[in-house]
């Protein structure tokens, strides 16, 4: 089993900038693909980022490209989301998740086996 904890969401002006933790107990995330979702009032749960188990490959949504990064450090069992240039439609709650195969693609999306329980995105006009 392995739980996960976001933090480092928050409050933030249009063109601000916050960087969200996820940090993973139970188990070693070091073999598995990791992701990054969001979810909006009212909207499906959107897929934002992900990285694979080594950080040599990484996918993002056409609406955060170039805007967001995705980082992990295995050392410390977290994985990262530094988010930029934050717009009012980034207001959502974030989600961590881990994929359940060890060495598993990020392409196609893996199944996310395990889910935090979010933290809350605001971004103000």
């Known amino acids: 089993q392995v739980q996960l904890v976001e933090s480092g969401g928050g409050l933030v002006q249009a063109g601000g900038s916050l960087r969200l933790s996820c940090a993973a107990s139970?188990?070693?995330?070091?073999?598995?693909?990791m992701g990054w979702f969001r979810q909006a009032p009212g909207m499906e749960r959107e897929y934002v980022a992900a990285i694979s188990w080594s950080g040599g490959g990484t996918y993002y949504s056409d609406s955060v490209k170039g805007r967001f990064t995705i980082s992990r450090d295995n050392a410390k069992n977290t994985v990262y989301l530094q988010m930029n240039s934050l717009k009012p439609e980034d207001t959502a709650v974030y989600l961590c998740?881990?994929?359940?195969?060890?060495?598993?693609?990020?392409?196609?999306?893996?199944?996310?086996?395990?889910w935090g329980q979010g933290t809350q995105v605001t971004v103000s006009s």
């Open positions: 998740a881990a994929g359940g195969k060890e060495y598993g693609s990020i392409r196609p999306p893996p199944t996310y086996d395990y």
């Open positions: 139970g188990r070693t995330i070091s073999r598995f693909p």
